[in-house]
């Protein structure tokens, strides 16, 4: 029992040190952004421009150079997100309704993720210094689409997004962001949350 303690209190102790406070600045912002989406309030979208603002630094840091990238892209389509969902489609309603994703945009994020893991991949395993390129590329492909359907209101975004945060978890972890690793575990679960809040909503719009 006196080595499970301490092995428990070295792992928190390291956990601690190895978190810094523009980490944990990311993480309360990215959480609170998520949460809010998932309950479809449309404030998720200037925290979620504060939190990819800071993970462009954390993540630059971390040589996970399509995750860098990445946030550039989201925080144009926050933006994106923020005036679409600020739109009345019509005077008798306050948001978009939620929408089902198509059979041709599935095969269009299909494509889409094929190619751009591929090139993407490719690009930065011979020209950088990556930590893991194909697996990196492959995560910001899926959360590309993801990010678009987020954005436009479709239903199944949170799927995708359930998808990618399980293989991104193991990644931060083995990255030592300990802080964000734990995020995305919780971002597992604030979006089952929203997928089965706007699955709700989806159905009352039909009524």
Same mark, same amino acid.
């Given at each position: 029992m006196l080595l499970l303690a301490q092995t428990i209190k070295e792992s928190l102790i390291e956990f601690f040190n190895n978190t810094t406070p523009l980490e944990w600045w990311g993480v309360a912002s990215g959480i609170l952004c998520v949460w809010l989406a998932a309950k479809n309030n449309i404030l998720n979208w200037p925290f979620a421009i504060v939190s990819v603002s800071i993970y462009i630094f954390i993540f630059f840091d971390s040589k996970l150079y399509a995750d860098m990238g990445l946030q550039f892209y989201f925080l144009i389509t926050n933006l994106y997100g923020w005036?679409?969902?600020?739109?009345?489609?019509?005077?008798s309603e306050k948001q978009r309704p939620i929408g089902l994703i198509t059979q041709r945009e599935i095969l269009i994020s299909i494509l889409v993720v094929v190619v751009f893991t591929t090139a993407l991949g490719f690009l930065l395993h011979k020209n950088t210094d990556a930590a893991f390129p194909f697996v990196d590329s492959f995560c910001t492909a899926c959360s590309l689409v993801a990010q678009v359907?987020? @954005?436009?209101?479709?239903?199944?975004?949170?799927? *995708?997004? #359930?998808?990618?945060?399980?293989?991104?978890?193991?990644?931060?972890?083995?990255?030592?962001?300990? @802080?964000?690793?734990?995020?995305?575990?919780?971002? *597992?679960? #604030?979006?089952?949350?929203?997928?089965?809040?706007?699955r709700k909503i989806y159905r009352e719009q039909g009524r």
């Open positions: 005036y679409y969902w600020s739109r009345q489609k019509n005077n359907f987020l @954005a436009r209101r479709v239903l199944q975004n949170w799927l *995708i997004w #359930i998808f990618v945060d399980i293989i991104y978890v193991s990644v931060y972890f083995s990255k030592e962001l300990y @802080a964000t690793g734990l995020m995305y575990a919780l971002y *597992i679960i #604030i979006a089952t949350v929203g997928f089965l809040d706007w």
